[in-house]
């Protein structure tokens, strides 16, 4: 054979062959290591070999097959060819040594560097060889089929079932592991956004609520005079309208009806005819469920009752917004007399602040899977009501209990946190 073809003929074909097992064991790894979501947007937005792509991934063993069988056929022939060249070269003893030199080469320049970098840069390799495969695919379908027919017969014989190639459902933490290590893809404001959205399931009406004691609205036994100035001092559209205590609710008024009232119209008679039917849900129920009934009922208020149907506290459709996107009509002046700096590692901070809002504000982490606020936090740990002076440590964070009276916590002061060692 080496007398009919030139030996730099048979150096240049063995090149040509080891090139194409590169291709192929590099085009391998890289389908196989595309993001198979990121494909699919690529896909709908019309780029041709993402489109190819993601067909030829829908039946895997049909590629595979293709690919095993023209690495296979150009390995064996380049293993052929090596056998004449070196029997050539140097005889019988020279066809080892030749197995041994191509190995080498067949698994540096034709397995190993190809795959790296079809690993680190999958896009770059899989989109051309997909312009490739689907056309070979379709010629040598016939030996492919064979092929894969008699594997997922030894497969089946296993017990192994072929379940397609669809896309699977993420799950959420995987979602927001998903959203998390996004990057500079997406700006931290949006990234924020998205994953308090993922979050609305896990937070419930009861830590965004306004606590019982700090509800707002008009009393219908109070005279006139101070209904009209709860009204005009109002910086809210709905309040809520009672008798006596927060517990005898009568409905909830929106401000809008007011407006075609002239002032001396507005009495308690009045206001009975001008409120809505309160509406009233059970104390732990998921933001995400909530803003869902919110748009349902197209309400915005509603009051967070506990088993027995007492008032727990008050949520709107504002509150729910906030821990997606953050607040956004909040008063700064209530930021400060919630927390005033002392010095530059102390705050002082009202203990009926609430948790969340405090970590939001400040940065904090102090945990919110309990008490909703730091004196409900405080009182839980120690479980009695500490006296001025008493020190403890919360989450790494150190608090001086400042002021208290008969029934809870008034003021604390919070010092950096420092860092634990686990």
Same mark, same amino acid.
């Given at each position: 054979m080496g007398d009919d073809i030139p030996l730099a003929s048979l150096f240049f074909l063995l090149a040509v062959l080891l090139l194409l097992s590169a291709f192929f064991s590099g085009s391998e790894t890289a389908l196989m290591s595309l993001n198979r979501y990121q494909l699919r947007h690529k896909a709908r937005e019309g780029h041709r070999g993402a489109r190819l792509a993601e067909?030829? =991934?829908?039946?895997?063993?049909?590629? @595979?097959? =293709?690919? =095993?069988?023209?690495?296979?056929?150009?390995?064996?022939?380049? !293993?052929?060819?090596?056998?004449?060249? !070196? *029997?050539? @070269? &140097? &005889?019988?003893?020279?066809? !080892?040594? &030749? $197995?041994?030199i191509l190995t080498l080469v067949v698994l540096i320049f034709s397995e190993a560097a190809p795959k790296t970098l079809a690993a680190l840069h999958p896009e770059r390799l899989a989109f051309p060889a997909a312009l490739v495969y689907y056309p070979l695919l379709k010629i040598t379908y016939p030996i492919v089929w064979l092929t894969? /027919?008699?594997s997922n017969a030894v497969l089946y014989l296993f017990g192994v079932r072929e379940n397609g190639a669809e896309l699977q459902s993420l799950t959420r933490e995987e979602l927001r592991t998903l959203v998390f290590e996004a990057g500079a893809r997406l700006s931290p404001r949006y990234r924020k956004m998205l994953l308090s959205i993922l979050d609305l399931e896990k937070v419930t009406v009861d830590d965004v609520m306004v606590p019982h004691n700090e509800i707002n609205g008009i009393d219908l036994n109070s005279d006139n005079a101070a209904i009209e100035a709860i009204i005009r001092d109002s910086q809210h559209t709905r309040m809520l309208v009672y008798r006596d205590d927060i517990d005898h609710v009568v409905g909830v008024l929106h401000s809008r009806r007011l407006a075609n009232m002239a002032k001396q119209d507005i009495s308690k008679d009045n206001l009975k005819d001008l409120v809505s039917e309160p509406y009233f849900i059970p104390e732990g129920t998921p933001l995400s469920t909530q803003l869902i009934q919110f748009q349902r009922r197209r309400e915005r208020i509603a009051l967070v009752v506990d088993e027995y149907g007492d008032i727990q506290g008050i949520v709107t459709l504002e509150d729910i917004l906030e821990e997606i996107v953050g607040e956004f009509t909040t008063d700064p002046a209530d930021e400060e007399n919630d927390v005033v700096k002392e010095t530059s590692e /102390? *705050?002082?901070?009202?203990? $009926?602040?609430?948790?969340?809002?405090?970590?939001?504000?400040q940065n904090w982490d102090l945990p919110t899977d309990g008490p909703k606020t730091i004196n409900g936090l405080i009182v839980e740990m120690l479980e009695t009501i500490p006296a001025p002076g008493t020190h403890l440590k919360i989450k790494g964070y150190p608090i001086e209990i400042v002021e208290t009276n008969d029934n809870r916590i008034c003021s604390v002061r919070v010092g950096q946190q420092v860092p634990t060692i686990s």
């Open positions: 067909r030829l =991934l829908r039946r895997p063993d049909r590629v @595979i097959g =293709l690919i =095993l069988l023209g690495n296979n056929l150009v390995n064996f022939s380049a !293993a052929s060819l090596v056998a004449v060249i !070196a *029997f050539e @070269i &140097g &005889g019988q003893p020279a066809v !080892a040594l &030749g $197995t041994l894969n /027919t008699a /102390t *705050f002082l901070v009202d203990a $009926t602040a609430n948790i969340r809002e405090l970590n939001r504000s």
